[in-house]
């Protein structure tokens, strides 16, 4: 039957299947024959390849397969964020939202807010400067994580030139933005004094929204500036340091025999409830 088909003796693969009624192949095997060999509807074949991929037929063969990026670049209208580094960046899942805050644009560090909508390829500015509205001072290498069911973002560290290492400068100040109210809250001036981690930057933080609890690690640590201390990397920070964003209480963690990083990564394992 095979054969004949090759050969486009289809009257005789008709009346072969007709009468054995052998099926030679999967139906969608010989959908994607007739449309690419017989009608050459390339269209046609791209969405039933589509349509395959989502009814997980070719499931097995795609997870054999090494996982490629695939960069495209996304051109929006209207105003959006100039050039920057060491800024932040969080995703609501619910609302295909993106929020930015912040970074260093070769100048100055910024404090600017932004929203982009994925949906409507729009950005937002929400604020130009959120340190005149309550919220935090113009910062880079910060971070940020989202409770998408109350709808707040934490912001938590920074970093700090040399000369600006003194005493009174090395607070580590915590904010919490409302999305909704577009108010910003002070949760503590300084998280070091009420057993959270002191002033650090390229630490990782990650949020437990079930549980009200976000979870901080690795990261540098500014001190003082001094002659005998000039580094601009700062300690490394080896705790793993839990906050409850519902009364602000802080705990170290157990010690998980953990190399200190900085500029890591952190995530956390919904079922398991396992910072990783």
């Known amino acids: 039957m095979k054969y004949f088909r090759q050969k486009n003796q289809m009257e005789i693969y008709n009346a072969l299947q007709s009468a054995t009624g052998i099926t030679l192949e999967h139906p969608l095997l010989t959908q994607l024959f007739n449309i690419l060999v017989h009608d050459g509807d390339y269209e046609q074949v791209e969405q039933l390849m589509t349509n395959a991929i989502h009814n997980d037929y070719l499931a097995w063969y795609i997870s054999q397969q090494d996982y490629r990026p695939c960069w495209s670049r996304v051109s929006t209208p209207g105003p959006r964020p100039g050039m920057r580094g060491g800024h932040q ?13 912040g970074g260093w644009d070769g100048t100055q560090d910024l404090s600017d807010l932004w929203s982009y909508s994925i949906r409507e390829s729009q950005w ?11 919220g935090p001072t113009p910062r880079s290498c910060h971070k940020l994580c989202l409770d998408p069911e109350r709808r707040q973002i934490f912001v938590l560290g920074r970093y700090l030139d040399q000369q600006l290492r ?17 108010i910003w ?3 503590s001036w300084d998280t070091s004094s009420v057993g959270g981690p002191r002033l650090i930057f390229d630490h990782q933080m990650c949020l437990d929204s079930k549980h009200s609890k976000i979870f901080v690690f690795g990261g540098r640590v500014l001190t003082p500036s001094t002659t005998s201390n ?3 990397s700062g ?7 839990s906050n409850n964003s519902n009364n602000n209480n802080n705990n170290n963690l157990p010690s998980l025999s953990l190399p200190s990083l900085g500029g890591g990564g ?3 394992s919904p079922p398991l409830r396992l910072p990783s």
């Open 266 to 268: 952190l995530s956390l």
């Open 230 to 232: 000039n580094s601009s």
């Open 235 to 241: 300690q490394s920070e080896e705790r793993l340091i």
């Open 185 to 187: 809250t002070l949760i």
């Open 89 to 101: 960046m969080v995703l609501d899942p619910l609302t295909q939202t993106v929020y930015l805050l």
């Open 124 to 134: 937002t500015l929400i604020c130009p400067n959120v340190e005149y509205v309550g």
């Open 166 to 182: 003194q005493p009174e400068f090395l607070k580590s100040d915590f904010y919490q933005y409302d999305i909704d109210l577009n």
